[in-house]
């Protein structure tokens, strides 16, 4: 993981698809593409999967994801070298300023 120190707070604040394209500089699309194609993986192999919240008579539901979510993004496409190591810093000073404001 891309930082040490989690909160319970990272963990239950969640960020909807746009905010997490944010802190990228990438468009939503480009996050869903990443997601199907199977970039976004945790140290451990496990894939990561958004919190799904369904609004009423919907057929799907809004993509949420955590911090923490963020910055395992973050790890995983820069161990795929899909982003280089300065973007990854830029990325993982976004969440921790995120995660103090």
């Known amino acids: 993981m891309a930082t040490d ?6 963990e239950e604040k969640k960020l909807p698809i746009g905010t997490v394209a944010m802190f990228f500089n990438k468009t939503v699309q480009w996050v869903r593409w990443c997601e199907r194609a199977g970039y976004f993986r945790r140290d451990d192999g496990s894939q990561i999967r ?8 919907a057929k799907h ?20 070298k899909k982003i ?6 830029v990325i993982i000073e976004r969440v921790q300023s995120f995660r103090i404001s």
């Open 5 to 10: 120190l989690v909160t319970r707070r990272d």
């Open 61 to 80: 539901g809004y993509r949420k994801y955590s911090l923490v979510d963020v910055a395992d993004m973050a790890d995983s496409l820069r161990d795929l």
């Open 84 to 89: 280089s190591e300065a973007e990854h810093r």
């Open 50 to 57: 958004p919190e799904r919240t369904a609004p009423p008579r």
